[in-house]
């Protein structure tokens, strides 16, 4: 028995020493994010003078007014826009990829591969090699210097992701419920409504999540296909603003701030159910 004891035990301190590095190196990935988002935080309730004169200090006099500023000096209308576009994007990848993910894993048909191949065919291809000939078809669809542009453009690039987590998780379930509700007279719109849906919140939240992060932060696109200063996004907005606030650092500081807060909260709301969409709705072997 000693000696088993002592056979186990360098294993054992390994796995602990791995635990603790990983610890660390988790630890320490939160605090290279987290150290400048405070700051930039902190930051933009000081006075532009205090900001290099007092780096890292807390603001003698809290400067609420920065954020009363920005919010009149443009943000407002840029928050709007991306929250329109956001919300927008989000609800149509999602609409559109419970369909065709329904379909793809409830009903058998001659060329099923074929078509799930081809879902996923839109990961294989950058955004950015697009962008001329997206360009002329936008001009071709009357839908340049439209937010519509943005949406259809954001939700096409992020069709391929949303399909294949949910098509995973919807393959997963088991069709006696769809059976038992064909019975009872259940057409297939209320069966993904009423039983696909509900089972699998972790995964269309996930797909959310990933959506609303890209839709909100994407930047090239919302720079060539909008160029009214009235429909531009955070992202581009955040640029003009920087132009016009050279000066006011804790005013842009502020406006900053304010472009983070929405999408931070979404992922602290959704980050248990994005969590659980993600281990449960993945690619399997």
């Known amino acids: 028995m000693e000696r088993k004891h002592r056979a186990r035990r360098p294993g054992t301190l390994a796995g602990r020493a791995g635990g603790w590095a990983g610890l660390a190196a988790a630890w320490l990935y939160f605090f290279i994010i ?10 933009s309730f000081k006075t532009t003078n205090e900001i290099f004169n007092n780096i890292w200090g807390l603001p003698e006099q809290w400067q ?15 928050f709007v826009n991306s929250v329109f576009t956001t919300v927008c994007t989000v609800l149509l990848t999602l609409l559109v990829c419970a369909l065709y993910a329904y379909s793809i894993a409830v009903y058998d048909f001659k060329g099923k591969r074929a078509f799930f191949l081809l879902a996923l065919a839109g990961m294989l291809f950058s955004p950015i090699v697009s962008i001329i000939p997206l360009y002329q078809e936008v001009q071709t669809l009357h839908l340049y210097n439209t937010l519509w542009a943005l949406i259809l453009i954001y ?19 088991d069709k006696a ?5 064909r019975i009872d007279g259940c057409t297939d719109g209320r069966a993904l409504w009423n039983i696909y849906i509900p089972m699998s919140q972790p995964v269309f939240l996930t797909s959310a999540v990933l959506t ?33 606030m050279h000066a006011e650092w804790a005013v842009l500081l502020a406006g900053l701030t304010i472009s983070a807060i929405p999408i931070i909260l979404f992922y602290i709301f959704c980050q248990k159910y994005f969590i659980a969409g993600l281990s449960s709705g993945g690619v399997k072997g």
């Open 155 to 173: 939700a096409a690039y992020q069709m391929a992701m949303s399909f294949l987590v949910i098509h995973n998780f919807f393959a997963d379930i």
């Open 64 to 78: 609420f007014q920065n954020y009363v500023q920005a919010w009149n000096s443009g943000i407002s209308r840029y």
């Open 212 to 244: 609303g992060f890209y839709a909100w932060n994407e930047f090239t696109f919302a720079l060539v296909f909008v160029k009214k200063d009235a429909l531009k996004t955070i992202p581009v907005g955040l640029l003009a603003f920087q132009g016009e």
């Open 177 to 181: 419920y769809l059976d038992a509700a």
């Open 34 to 43: 987290a150290v400048p988002l405070l700051w930039m935080a902190v930051s």
